[in-house]
């Protein structure tokens, strides 16, 4: 009864954080991708390009780009527009435009596995083979597998499409002032190049993870976690190389390979993405379907 009461109240305050039942604006922007995928770093560099008198930090990122998870509706309301929001969501028509964040799901299910060890969901010797088994089914967030999340979005949002903004993170990281200004042009925002290079250093990951050893507790995807591991991790691409077994790379090629393929993410056995063009296709359709 008082739980019901208290959350009553917060609502009444606006000082609930909205989820999915937020209101979207037609000049809303969401910047979406799979979880571990991107979408913390990619906040930074959006908040710090947009608000440059203002650095982001992990305690003012959900009043700089909106959390529907993290950020309550009085907050929302204060937000000047048009509003950045993040989102994990497989596609969702409501969005009038998206930046859309995809990243190599091997590199995807190893940051995830570290991840749930930070927050204490799973022990350090978990089997790695049992979270991949998890993982490919889809059981390991509420946002659906990889390749669901993935493919809704490449099935109803082309490239070319005007609302639509694809971004690969492993681009991102490797000429991070170029897709910054990809970025830029998407949200019709002009940079120089001296705004562009402020960005990238105020959102690197060295000043990234020490801005998370003060400010942990503070942010919602780190608050009463582990402290002796970090969520801001490599942030490098193609870890699993070394991290991942190879016969769990495997298994994550033969589930997805066709569309790592055409994502251009060079596979460790190329035959996994055999007949590309046809099961490119019956996988959209499966995944976009389930």
Known sequence: ????????????????????????????????????????????????????????????????IADPQGTNKREFLRIPRPRIVKSHECFDPRYPRVIYIVRDPRDVALSQYHYHR?????????????????????????????????????????????????LRYEDMVADTPRELEKI?????????????????????????????????????????????????RLAKSGGWRSGLPEAEVARLEDAWGHLMAHLRYELLFPEKAANFDSRFAETILHEASR
């Open 1 to 64: 009864m008082m739980k019901h009461l208290i959350a009553g109240i917060k609502r009444g305050l606006g000082l609930h954080r909205p989820g999915r039942s937020l209101l979207i604006l037609p000049d809303d922007i969401f910047l979406v991708s799979f979880p571990k995928s991107g979408n913390t770093w990619t906040r930074f560099l959006l908040a710090n390009l947009i608000f440059p008198e203002t650095p982001a930090t992990f305690a003012n990122i959900h009043q700089l």
């Open 118 to 166: 930070k927050l204490e969901k799973i022990a350090d010797d978990y089997s790695i083979t049992t979270f991949v088994t998890r993982f490919l089914a889809g059981e390991t967030c509420p946002h659906g597998s990889w390749g669901q999340n993935v493919a809704t979005w490449l099935i109803t949002r082309k490239d070319g499409d005007p609302r639509f903004l694809l």
């Open 184 to 232: 830029a042009a998407f949200l019709n925002i002009t940079a120089s190049p001296e705004r562009i290079a402020q960005t990238v250093e105020r959102s690197s990951a060295d000043r990234m993870r020490k801005l998370e050893q003060a400010q942990s507790d503070d942010c919602e995807l780190t608050k009463g976690s582990r402290k002796d591991l970090s969520f801001v």
